[in-house]
């Protein structure tokens, strides 16, 4: 039985906590700063909890000597603390971190590690690189490579036409910072919230933009080989103007305290989501202009007795897949390990990343959560 280090008990830590307590074969260690956000798991067997500050790389590497990995599901500003802990602790370490200066960081902190470093192992950045990879693949030569995805509510009833479905500060993140993509062949950085298009994908509208984070290490991979290369983030109509209003017009985009707690106290929360994954990649395939498209819809299903929310599904999914192929063996055990190096049939057939297999869509999970 491996012994892992999960960081952070929130929606997405718990999930993974779950996942890997519930396959058998591994016991954890779970961290939190605050004490009652483990609550629910002292005393849970193959689990033990450790309430401390996460602030110092050695503190924190001291407490996790020994285990096999540490799987990061901490808030992104923590992700360098956490990633020279687990190098000082000789462990393994995989995130789901989107923010592209902290994963700029652990690439470096890779360089002569005699362990596995795998940032952005969530859905975006993450399963969408491995599913646009696989496409890639495919062609002679590149044109076009588009990866969209978006955690929606599957009911929207505000003027948003959106639910806190993830982290406040990641969404918020992704909205402001800048995007890496390349635009007729050259590396840029574009801006978040522009670029806006519309879309529909099974008789439903949707809008998608720029935002930050989402290709991981793909810009770098395919710089010189591709025409243009994006990302974007799906919400339904009329999401974007709202925002850019509040980030630009009422310049909350410097005071993003302020906007979070706007959120949080008049958004409400939802189980009842979708994940999107849209990939469209255009190019050469024997000297004819062919495209193919990845496309995949995730709902929300019981994980260990317990709901979770699609994107707690896909997120905790995606991360627990490529640690349970490091664990087997599948991927290289030192250095830095790109999404793009992990195979979309070896991670599908794992019993993680089948949380990404197709599901019914009519599936409606109104009545589980009255009677809750």
Request: hydrophobic letters at 45%; a negative charge; one cysteine or more.
């Amino acid at each position: 039985m491996r012994k892992v280090a999960v960081i952070g008990a929130g929606k997405i830590g718990s999930t993974v906590v779950d996942l890997l307590v519930g396959s058998g074969s591994y016991e954890v260690v779970l961290i939190d700063q605050a004490a009652d956000a483990l609550s629910d798991f002292v005393g849970r067997a193959q689990v033990s909890t450790v309430a401390m500050a996460i602030d110092d790389p050695q503190t924190l590497a001291d407490r996790i000597a020994g285990v096999f990995a540490v799987v990061n599901c901490a808030p992104f500003h923590l992700t360098t603390v956490v990633a020279r802990a687990a190098k000082a602790a000789g462990a393994h370490y995989l995130d789901l971190t989107e923010d592209v200066a902290a994963s700029r960081i652990v690439r470096d902190l890779a360089k002569g590690a005699t362990t596995a470093f795998i940032p952005q192992c969530g859905l975006a950045p993450g399963f969408i690189t491995i599913a646009a990879w696989d496409l890639i693949k495919h062609f002679d030569q590149l044109h076009d490579v588009r990866l969209r995805v978006g955690a929606l509510p599957r009911y929207p009833s505000n003027a948003l036409n959106y639910n806190l479905t993830w982290s406040t500060d990641g969404v918020i993140n992704e909205y402001c910072e800048p995007c890496e993509a390349i635009v007729d062949g050259a590396l840029r950085e574009t801006a978040a919230m522009e670029a806006c298009e519309e879309f529909a994908l099974d008789g439903v509208a949707y809008e998608a933009f720029n935002t930050s984070g989402g290709l991981g290490t793909l810009c770098m991979t395919l710089e010189g080989q591709v025409r243009n290369l994006n990302y974007k983030t799906i919400r339904y109509p009329g999401h974007a103007a709202i925002m850019k209003a509040l980030l630009n017009d009422l310049n909350l985009r410097n005071r993003r305290d302020v906007l979070k707690d706007i959120l949080e106290n008049s958004v409400p929360a939802t189980m009842q989501d979708v994940v999107i994954v849209f990939v469209t990649v255009s190019g050469l395939k024997e000297g004819r202009l062919m495209q193919e498209t990845y496309v995949n819809k995730v709902y929300a299903r019981e994980i260990g007795g317990e709901l979770r929310s699609a994107i707690q599904v896909t997120t905790a999914g995606a991360i627990c897949a490529v640690l349970d192929m490091l664990a087997a063996g599948d991927l290289p055990t030192e250095g830095f390990i790109r999404q793009e190096d992990i195979p979309l049939h070896a991670f599908l057939a794992n019993r993680f990343g089948r949380e990404y297999a197709p599901r019914n869509p009519g599936e409606d999970l109104s009545l589980r959560i009255a009677a809750e």
